[in-house]
């Protein structure tokens, strides 16, 4: 999955929830929350534009996509190249 511009995140809920789906860096810091908020049961999409939280294009590296719903957590790793 490298990517150099942007990526998109797809995921699937069993159960509608609130999530939260944020991108830290491969130190653990956070970059940026790309959604928190309720979604309904089934397939989901998110975009990363490779920008941090305060719009400022990310450095290329390892970063780490996580999404949190009540039942569960799961996290992948994403590639930035330059």
Same mark, same amino acid.
């Given at each position: 999955?490298?990517?150099?511009?942007?990526?998109?995140?797809?995921?699937?809920?069993?159960?509608?929830?609130?999530i939260n789906v944020q991108v830290s860096d491969a130190a653990g810091r956070l970059v940026r929350t790309l959604f928190a908020g309720d979604r309904p049961a089934g397939g989901g999409e998110l975009h990363w534009d490779g920008q941090d939280a305060r719009g400022v294009? *990310?450095?290329?590296?390892?970063?780490? &996509? !996580?999404? /949190? *719903?009540?039942?569960?957590?799961?996290? &992948? !790793?994403? /590639?930035?190249?330059?």
């Open positions: 999955n490298p990517f150099r511009a942007g990526t998109r995140l797809r995921f699937t809920l069993d159960e509608p929830g609130r294009r *990310t450095a290329p590296g390892i970063y780490f &996509v !996580r999404l /949190v *719903t009540p039942r569960a957590e799961e996290a &992948v !790793r994403i /590639v930035r190249v330059p």
